[in-house]
């Protein structure tokens, strides 16, 4: 007996329902990029390994996901690296292309090839899948989709505000309440490092600071001391955990720890800036909230840093976050090309709309009626019909075989289409059509017009 196939750890298929709302979800964040001015593009699925290795740091290029060069890929191994074992080099010799593992880089490659055909400001939005080697757990796969968009070629704040606005505007569309828009700055994140003496220990600051509502003020302090943070530095972070209140309570006392760092004031002054238009224009249901420990992205990330909670009674993480990348292109030799985007988490968001149940019953629609197959005859008098209802804008469809009427009744009702239609001899001469509505059970015989009304009334 043949083995039963499988899929890949991390992968999922998706049935007609859950396709159905997974693109519910997109078109609404589709059409919200595009309200906002955003242009699509489209990136291949895979990039030359040049293009993401060393972009994302160590941790990330573990997590990219390699592919084999084609044909005898072991003709031009390194051996000596195999002998070795240096992994890194063994591959660098077999493999040349990459499954991207973001929409950033990529699109960074991209503006800077195509940098001769751009108008900048250039506002672009992307809806595609990455991958990541990364160990399966819940809202976390190998394989899921981005909804991206960037602007590069403007150092305006103004960008960061109609972001944290664009966030909202999707989250109100999907009916998701209770959502939290988080920011930080790198430039703050720096300025607390050359604060406490640890300029040189940036990452491996912000590293353990991210951890603190995970694992505990002790535990930061742990490892930061670990790390070679010394005593007195630590001593003089004590302010920043205990950090609280609202957006502006906490910039004032950012601005008294600061006080010594001119980096780590710019990053104050920026999200005052942002807090303050935000303020004035209002959210729609989402909060924005200041977290002095948000530190993802540190590799290209250079001023504001944002990162989306779901709602507190919903267990799961990030739904979206991005940044300000002042010299993301400068990796690819463009310099001095300024740039901030934001993701959204399309898999972890349906996860949270779904434990919610907060799809709309309307998304899972497909079929509205079905015309019983009674024959060749009837089925074309009823594909002229079909042929009608479709120009209308309904879904209708014939059961494609001549079968035992309860048959074709039980697929309607395993489908959950509300009507069918029964056209025979009868019909035929008088031109008409018999509807049975499979929910009440009410059957009437109709002209083509009272039919489509029938359905439209069923619709709305």
């Known amino acids: 007996m043949a083995q039963k196939p ?54 990330g290029d573990r997590l990219i996901f390699k592919i084999l060069n084609s044909g005898d890929y072991l003709a031009k191994a390194n051996f000596e690296a195999y002998s070795e074992k240096n992994s890194t080099k063994l591959t660098a010799s077999i493999s040349e292309k990459a499954l991207r593992y973001d929409l950033t880089v990529p699109f ?61 505007k999707v989250f109100s569309s999907l009916e998701l309440e209770g959502v939290t828009i988080k920011i930080n700055n790198r430039k703050i994140l720096s300025g607390i490092a050359e604060v406490i003496g640890a300029s040189d220990k940036l990452i491996d600051f912000t590293v353990a600071l991210d951890k603190l509502d995970k694992i505990g003020e002790e535990k930061v302090k742990e490892e930061m001391h670990s ?53 004035e224009l209002g959210m729609l249901t989402a909060q924005l909230q200041l977290d002095v420990t ?13 990162e989306v909670a779901a709602p507190a009674n919903v267990k799961m993480g990030s739904i979206g976050g991005g940044g300000r990348y002042d010299d993301l292109t400068g990796i690819f030799g463009m310099k001095d090309v300024s740039g901030v985007g934001i993701s959204f ?6 996860l949270v709309l779904e434990e919610l149940e907060l799809f709309p019953e309307t998304v899972t629609k497909n079929v ?19 042929k009608q209802l479709r120009q209308y804008g309904f879904n209708a469809e014939l059961y494609p075989d001549a079968a035992k009427m309860k048959k074709q009744m039980n697929h309607a ?24 509505n499979m929910v009440s059970g009410e059957q009437a015989r109709v002209s083509l017009d009272a039919l489509v009304s029938s359905i439209s009334k069923a619709r709305n």
């Not at 981005?146 to 960061?160: I, M, P, R, T």
């Not at 988490?345 to 349906?350: E, Q, V």
């Not at 489908?415 to 018999?434: A, C, W």
Request: with cysteine; glycine share 8%; charged share 25%.
């Open 227 to 279: 790390k070679g943070i010394s005593d007195e530095g630590i001593s003089k972070l004590q302010p920043l955990f205990t950090l609280s209140g609202s957006f502006e309570s906490q910039i004032e006392n950012l601005r008294s720890i600061l006080r010594t760092s001119e980096e780590g004031q710019k990053g104050i002054e920026e999200l005052a800036f942002i807090n303050n238009a935000i303020t």
């Open 345 to 350: 988490g399309l898999d972890r968001i349906y």
């Open 413 to 436: 009702n395993k489908r959950s289409i509300p009507f069918v239609v029964l056209v025979g001899d009868e019909e035929i001469k008088s031109n008409s059509y018999t509807l049975k």
């Open 6 to 59: 499988s899929i890949p750890k991390g992968t999922r298929d998706f049935n007609p329902k859950q396709v159905a709302k997974r693109n519910y979800i997109f078109n609404t964040i589709r059409g919200a990029f595009e309200t906002f001015g955003f242009q699509p593009i489209e990136t291949p699925s895979f990039e030359n390994s040049s293009t993401l290795m060393g972009k994302y740091g160590d941790e």
């Open 368 to 386: 509205e009626v079905l015309f019983i197959n009674f024959g060749d005859k009837e089925a074309l008098f009823s594909l002229k019909a079909i």
């Open 108 to 168: 960074a490659r991209y503006v800077v090839q195509h940098q001769n055909d751009i108008e900048f400001p250039f506002k672009r939005y992307q809806i595609q899948p990455v991958w990541r080697a990364d160990r399966p757990q819940k809202g976390r796969f190998r394989e899921f989709y981005q909804c991206d968009a960037d602007v590069v070629g403007s150092k305006s704040l103004w960008q960061e505000i109609e972001f944290i606005q664009l966030y909202d």
């Open 294 to 306: 948000l530190a993802r992205g540190l590799n290209y990330y250079t001023g504001a840093i944002f």
